[in-house]
């Protein structure tokens, strides 16, 4: 399955920004579908994910009720929609895909055999 990222910018903090993650080839809508992000110098983190085709959503503690994952009608688009967007939030975000992760490593870089590219989303104070 191929993923590819897109819809970073420059915002000011308190902006809204939309991520997209277009996925394609083949069983890619029924794929696990997580964003990550890494920041200059940190690891990479687990950020939403939107669970096989059931649908079940999780989100890290720090975006929370700012961000929120969904799956397109056609399944094969993702978006991560993030409000109240903050400095640290800063990083480049990666879709990342998965046909077989099992729940209790979700959150996990590692269990995700397909990525995107990457995109930029940089917030300014």
């Known amino acids: 399955v191929q993923l590819q990222a897109c819809g970073g910018g420059l915002v000011q903090a308190g902006d809204s920004l939309r991520l997209s993650c277009v996925t394609s080839?083949?069983?890619?809508?029924?794929?696990?579908v997580g964003w990550f992000r890494q920041a200059p110098g940190k690891e990479r983190e687990f950020v939403a994910g939107?669970?096989?085709?059931?649908?079940?959503?999780y989100y890290a503690d720090s975006v929370k009720g700012r961000f929120t994952i969904s799956r397109n009608r056609d399944k094969k688009t993702v978006v991560l929609q993030m409000n109240s967007l903050r400095p640290e939030d800063t990083a480049i975000y990666y879709c990342?895909?998965?046909?077989?992760?099992?729940?209790?490593?979700?959150?996990?870089?590692?269990?995700?055999?397909?990525w995107g590219q990457g995109t930029q989303l940089t917030v300014s104070s």
């Open positions: 990342a895909g998965s046909e077989s992760v099992i729940w209790s490593a979700r959150v996990t870089p590692n269990a995700y055999p397909y």
């Open positions: 080839g083949r069983s890619g809508s029924g794929y696990t």
């Open positions: 939107i669970f096989r085709s059931e649908g079940r959503i």
